[in-house]
T-cell receptor
């Protein structure tokens, strides 16, 4: 019940296109859903996060869509750029008490010029 | 403000040896988390420390252990190293209640067991 499943494993998009990464979770106690971006040789960095009281959150070109009934959430990257090429991880946790994050398996995004 | 710092950046050990990895959290953060990122396996939760106490532990054998010091820095020890322990070990810190910022990760220690 602690799993977070992420797809696709890898994604190739042309510059200017939309990148979409999907995640599904099982534990209904999860109440915090962040996305992390990781470049080679670096640790993951928080990109954007959402809580289940909203269905969508947008920050610049990055949007999280959240479907509580389906227990799914997704990351949309609009106008994808070569600099967005990285590995993206979705995660989930119970926000209170500093609970640990459960991560998806990661998606390697390549944006071709 | 300094971020999460980890040392060393790279570590090469022989099978059967012990490895010690260190982490300094962001100033004011009391919680430290350790994750293992093996190739192709995503991030696997290892340990969570807060206020010097181990709060939670992932599904790893007892030879993975650690501690948190009074200044909130932390140490991860891996005893009796095995080849499959080769991975990037990431440390993250947070306030005890993660309200908005989520975790902040360091750049990791790349452990290679030969």
């Amino acid at each position: 019940q602690q799993q977070v499943k992420q797809s696709p494993q890898s994604l190739i998009v042309q510059k200017g296109g939309i990148s979409i990464i999907n995640c599904a979770y099982e534990n209904t106690a999860f109440d915090y859903f962040p996305w992390y971006q990781q470049f080679p040789g670096k640790g993951p960095a928080l990109l954007i996060a959402i809580r289940p009281d909203v269905s969508e959150k947008k920050e610049g070109r990055f949007t999280i869509s959240f479907n509580k009934s389906a227990k799914q959430f997704s990351l949309h990257i609009m106008d994808s750029q070569p600099g967005d090429s990285a590995t993206y991880f979705c995660a989930a946790s119970r926000e209170t008490s500093g609970s640990r994050l459960t991560f998806g398996e990661g998606t390697q995004l390549t944006v071709n010029p | 403000e300094a971020g999460v710092t980890q040392s060393p950046t790279h570590l090469i050990k022989t099978r059967g040896q012990q490895a010690t990895l260190r982490c300094s959290p962001i100033s004011g953060h009391t919680s430290v988390y350790w994750y293992q990122q093996a190739l192709g396996l995503g991030l696997q939760f290892l340990l969570w420390y807060d206020e010097g106490e181990e709060r939670n532990r992932g599904n790893f054998p007892p030879r993975f252990s650690g501690r948190q010091f009074p200044n909130y820095s932390s140490e991860l020890n891996v005893n009796a190293l095995e080849l499959e322990d080769s991975a990037l070990y990431l440390c993250a810190s947070s306030l005890i209640v993660v309200l908005a910022g989520g975790y902040t990760f360091g750049s990791g220690t790349r452990l290679t067991v030969v």
